[in-house]
């Protein structure tokens, strides 16, 4: 399983940025994907997740209106799309898989190292 995060970078307050998540070796289609941030001193945070199958979205209430999750079954990709990106915002940014295995019962997690995402003028 691979997760590799693309996309990160600096940018000025108000900017937009696209992140991107290149997935390999597991059933990406059935996957749920999130994407988590961490800024310094801080915890890990939920930022925003589309499910597999119907791939519907939710979103942080800090982020919402301004981010948007969005997956490619074919590209086998996630998206966050960042916009009116504030200071707050700066953080490594992290994308997640939630799935299960053909014929096993339990779901498992799997993350990506993550890339920087700096929001300063």
């Known amino acids: 399983v691979q997760l590799v995060e693309s996309g990160g970078g600096l940018v000025q307050p108000g900017g937009s940025l696209r992140l991107s998540c290149a997935a390999s070796?597991?059933?990406?289609?059935?996957?749920?994907m999130r994407w988590y941030r961490q800024a310094p001193g801080k915890e890990r945070e939920w930022v925003a997740t589309?499910?597999?199958?119907?791939?519907?979205?939710n979103y942080a209430d800090s982020v919402k209106e301004r981010f948007t999750i969005s997956r490619d079954n074919v590209e086998n990709t996630v998206y966050l799309q960042m916009n009116s990106l504030k200071p707050e915002d700066t953080a490594v940014y992290y994308c997640h898989a939630n799935f299960r295995w053909p014929f096993r019962r339990d779901r498992t997690n799997y993350w990506g190292k993550g890339t920087l995402v700096t929001v300063s003028s």
């Open positions: 070796g597991f059933p990406f289609s059935n996957a749920d």
């Open positions: 589309v499910t597999g199958g119907a791939s519907r979205t």
